[in-house]
Structures are given as structure tokens and as C-alpha cells.
């Protein structure tokens, strides 16, 4: 099977702490499944580790926080988006990646 | 700071660091660990300062799960960005709506200043190493101050860069 590759973009109120825990805890859950994963961040520092086009066309799926608008959000029109507050996916973040490959494995039956 | 090699140490000092906090419910340590902050210089005005955790804290609860808050402030009132470290044998109760009880709070006072940029990259570093099992293991073990400092100046910005 060909890996599912990942791409996501972290934010939160003041962009210290849960834009990088959530993106840390994403990366994690991602890799203990064998996804490929490419996380930018949006926080006080600015946008680090940019998401390109290429690479948003180039995935399979895109997780997004919806604790504040994201920037860039056109770059995954057309794209399977799930967006989750930081909180949680910094909580949850194993059964949010589960449960997206698990919708992403139906989505392919379906195509079939 | 040792601007050759900036660690995680560099954003707290011995006595921004208590091991037994005397707090019971999450108002009371926020304020505690901010007394440490303001003894220690780092904050220009702790009321506003503390107003803006406030604020940050009613948005969204800063507890994380994993028996950890991290409240924070980013505020003109601090000095320099830096953070207080907390620890409680009995826990707190973070929320009266949640069944978390924390063990662990950082206390992160963020300055918006652009000189303090290096010091905004060490706490993106310290929010990452929070989910690292062993990173938290030993914040959470260290048997006096003096150990807790030498597990955070073991996380370099140089690894992370």
C-alpha cells in the first residue's frame, strides 16, 4: 500500500504553546502509522516549514485547527479537509489521525 | 543566556522553579508561579500581565491533558520572555468542568519584542518536548531544582533548528 501523506497547518489565540504541542503531537501520531506528514505552523513566529502547493496537491489529506482563520486556506481547495481545535488534537491526536486514514480507507472502497 | 548554545534552561532560573506548590486550585498557582516571576524581574507589571493569562485562560483551558497546564500571557507587562516551572504532589483540579488534575504547570510570560525572538523559538521547543514522554518524566521527577534545570538544558535550539 502507498503511504498516506499528510499535510497540516497549526494555529492558536496567542501562537505560543498549542500551535507547536499540536503540531508535535500530530507528527507523532502520524509516523507511529506510517503516513508521511508535513506540518507548517502559523504562531507568533511567523509561518514556519511552508506547506508549497506542490505538496498540498500532492496529499492525500489535510488536517487543519480551527482555533483562528488559517492562512493559505485556498492552497487545499478541492482537497479532504478535517479541522479540529488545537486542544483536542493535542489530546486525541492518535484517534484523529485513526480515524482519518479509517475515512480515507472507506473513501477508497467507495472508488473502487 | 549563552548565546552560543541556547538551551531550554535559558528561559528559567533557579527561582522561577517550586517544587511543592502551596496553590490548591489553578487561580492560586497561576498567581504563585507569577510571584516567582515578578521577584525575579521578569515582568514589568504583574497585574497586567496576570490580566492577560486571564484572558488567554477564560478563551480556551490551557491543561493539555498528560497531568499539565501551561498558561500563558503575552503582554507588554512582561520584561522577558521567560517561564516559571510548578509542581504539585496533590494536584490541581484545573477546570471545575474537567476531571484533569495537573501535577505540572509551566507558566510561560511572553514578551512580543523582537529581541526576545530566540527565546519564543526555546518555548516553541519546550511546547514540543512536552509530548515526549521521557522529557516530562524527568521535569516531573527531578528531585530538587538543580536536576529539573540540567533536563532542560539537555533540549538545545541548535537540535531543533
Not at chain 2, 515578578?38 to 500581565?49: A, N, P
Not at chain 2, 519584542?113 to 512536552?130: F, G, N
Amino acid at each position: 500500500m502507498e503511504r498516506i501523506c499528510i499535510v497540516a497547518v497549526t494555529s492558536c489565540p496567542s501562537g505560543v504553546a498549542h500551535t507547536y504541542m499540536a503540531a508535535e503531537a500530530l507528527e507523532r501520531a502520524a509516523k507511529k502509522r506510517n503516513c508521511k506528514i508535513k506540518i507548517e505552523t502559523q504562531s507568533s513566529l511567523g509561518v514556519e516549514n511552508e506547506i508549497t502547493q506542490a505538496e498540498a496537491d500532492a496529499a492525500d489529506v489535510v488536517i487543519l485547527t480551527r482555533d483562528i482563520k488559517i492562512d493559505g486556506h485556498e492552497r487545499f481547495a478541492g482537497k479532504p479537509i478535517v479541522t479540529e481545535y488545537a486542544a483536542k488534537i493535542i489530546r486525541n491526536a492518535q484517534k484523529i489521525i485513526d480515524a482519518t486514514l479509517e475515512s480515507m480507507a472507506a473513501l477508497g472502497d467507495k472508488e473502487k | 543566556m549563552n548565546s552560543n548554545t541556547p538551551t531550554l534552561a535559558d528561559l528559567v532560573c533557579l527561582d522561577t522553579i517550586e517544587l511543592d506548590l502551596r496553590a490548591g486550585d489553578k487561580w492560586d498557582a497561576i498567581a504563585e508561579l507569577a510571584g516567582l516571576l515578578e521577584q525575579e524581574s521578569k515582568l514589568i507589571d504583574k497585574v497586567s500581565y496576570l490580566q492577560a493569562v486571564g484572558e488567554r485562560e477564560n478563551q480556551v483551558s490551557t491543561s493539555v491533558g498528560l497531568g499539565i497546564a501551561i498558561p500563558h500571557g503575552k503582554s507588554l507587562a512582561v520584561k522577558q520572555t521567560s517561564v516559571a516551572i510548578g509542581r504539585s504532589t496533590t494536584g490541581i483540579q484545573w477546570d471545575p468542568d474537567s476531571p484533569d488534575i495537573c501535577h505540572l504547570i509551566i507558566l510561560l510570560a511572553v514578551s512580543d519584542k523582537e529581541a526576545d525572538k530566540t527565546y519564543m523559538q526555546l518555548l516553541a521547543i519546550l511546547a514540543r518536548s512536552l509530548l515526549d514522554d521521557g522529557f516530562r518524566e524527568g521535569l516531573m521527577s527531578a528531585p530538587n531544582r538543580e536536576t529539573l534545570v540540567e533536563h532542560l538544558a539537555q533540549i538545545k535550539l541548535s537540535d531543533h533548528q
